[in-house]
């Protein structure tokens, strides 16, 4: 059968989904089944409103952090350092391998390393002028 390229100018999701069920099928005959299973810890205020927090999903025995965010009158109050150590104690509680995550040089990549993370790469210029940076921490070493 042959086969033709074509681009998509306003990608739909059920173009999407074309796409990602035949990967996820590929993936699952490869590494087995896992199911995204997300996360979130929340930080409020005093009325219940959500002012920041963390939010990521456990997949393949990993947690990816996807959002940390500590409000501006919470920071140097070690919020940010609870909020990952809570992250971390409900990885283990799910038998995670390890915590991987990703931030730019004006975020937070002196906090991570602070916290034990280890730099797995980076991407200069994105965005321009800037830089982007990949952390594990494994939480177990036998895996």
Same mark, same amino acid.
């Given at each position: 059968m042959p086969l033709r390229i074509e681009q998509s100018h306003?990608?739909?999701?059920?173009?999407?989904q074309a796409i990602l069920l035949p990967l996820r099928a590929y993936n699952a005959a490869q590494a087995g089944v896992s199911?995204?299973?997300p996360i979130a810890l929340l930080v409020? @205020?005093?009325?219940?409103?959500?002012?920041?927090g963390l939010y990521g999903r456990v997949f393949y025995r990993w947690l990816y952090i996807d959002l940390l965010s500590v409000p501006e009158q919470? *920071?140097?109050?070690?919020?940010?350092?609870?909020l990952m150590q809570m992250a971390e104690d409900l990885a283990r509680e799910k038998d995670?391998?390890?915590?991987?995550? @990703?931030?730019f040089d004006f975020q937070a990549? !002196?906090?991570?390393?602070?916290?034990?993370?280890?730099?797995?790469?980076?991407? !200069?210029?994105y965005?321009?002028?800037?830089t *982007?940076?990949?952390?594990?921490? *494994?939480?177990?070493?036998? !895996?």
């Open positions: 306003n990608p739909t999701e059920e173009e999407r199911t995204p299973e409020r @205020d005093e009325s219940g409103e959500i002012l920041g919470g *920071r140097g109050q070690g919020i940010g350092s609870t995670c391998i390890g915590v991987w995550l @990703d931030t990549p !002196a906090f991570y390393r602070k916290l034990g993370y280890s730099e797995l790469g980076q991407i !200069a210029d965005p321009p002028g800037h *982007r940076f990949f952390f594990q921490k *494994r939480l177990i070493s036998d !895996a």
